[in-house]
């Protein structure tokens, strides 16, 4: 188990050619259901004209202490953002496969043949897939339809029921990354409020940018006590100025599931 003294995190802007940790406020939603993190970015006025962003700039956000900080998305500044970039929107690299368009027919194939196919189409070099002995299909048809449409529909064609995501530049399908340590919330250190939210928990918590979703978690609460899989990380400023992370999570029967 892992633990470690928090206090108030902040945000990091890395544009290569920047770094800025003052005057940005920042809002990071990352989900499994929706396959990408994204990161609502604004600037405060003076930086406006000061700070001269690019459409293809690499940046890197990040959350942390002092001189500890983690990461929580990496990728490229896409097109079409506010004239005057006072409001940047963020993406991993789940965008290549809503670009990129398909036409195929696949004979005889497993479904990580085609996820392969779709990534390599989609430019994405960089991925890790479940070695499950799934079935091959005998005909698979793909007409014009968005590489991250075909994910969704392999689930459905297959039977099969496989979540898939980046995390830090790496596209993973059907399996998780390794998960060195398993963080543990507990209310009188580090959760300041926990109810149901749906059919999950939600703990309201100070940032703990080393948990991300889809990692097992303990969680020791009167609400509830044993491990967990986070399933959303939310963190943004609160209405009192401090970075805040919400975690939703679904209880699991062990650690290692």
Not at 145 to 159: Q, R
Not at 169 to 189: H, M, S, T
Not at 224 to 237: D, E, H, L, M, S
């Amino acid at each position: 188990m892992a633990y470690k003294n928090l206090i108030s995190p902040e945000f990091r802007l890395d544009l290569g050619k920047y770094i800025l940790e003052d005057g940005i406020m920042v809002e990071y939603v990352s989900s499994a259901d929706a396959h990408a993190d994204w990161a609502r970015i604004n600037l405060d006025e003076e930086l406006i004209g000061s700070v001269m962003i690019c459409s293809g700039d690499e940046y890197s956000v990040d959350l942390g202490y002092e001189d500890e900080y983690a990461n929580l998305l990496t990728g490229t500044i896409e097109k079409d953002q506010t004239p005057d970039w006072k409001e940047i929107i963020v993406k991993d690299d789940y965008w290549k496969l809503e670009a990129c368009y398909v036409c195929a027919t696949f004979v005889k194939c497993t479904p990580q043949d085609i996820v392969r196919y779709l990534l390599t189409q989609a430019g994405i070099t960089n991925y890790e897939l479940s070695v499950e002995n799934y079935r091959d299909t005998d005909r698979f048809v793909v007409e014009n339809k968005k590489a991250s449409e075909v994910l969704k529909m392999l689930n459905t064609f297959y039977g099969i029921s496989v979540d898939y995501y980046f995390r830090k530049g790496i596209f993973y399908w059907g399996c998780r990354p390794a998960q060195k340590d398993i963080y543990v919330l507990d209310e009188e250190n580090n959760i300041l409020d926990m109810e149901m939210y749906g059919s999950m928990w939600c703990a309201d918590t100070v940032g703990i940018p080393w948990i991300h979703h889809s990692d097992i978690i303990e969680v020791e609460h009167t609400l509830y006590t044993g491990y967990a899989q986070a399933k959303k990380i939310v963190i943004k400023r609160d209405e009192k100025g401090f970075i805040r992370q919400s975690i939703y999570f679904v209880p699991v029967e062990e650690e290692g599931i």
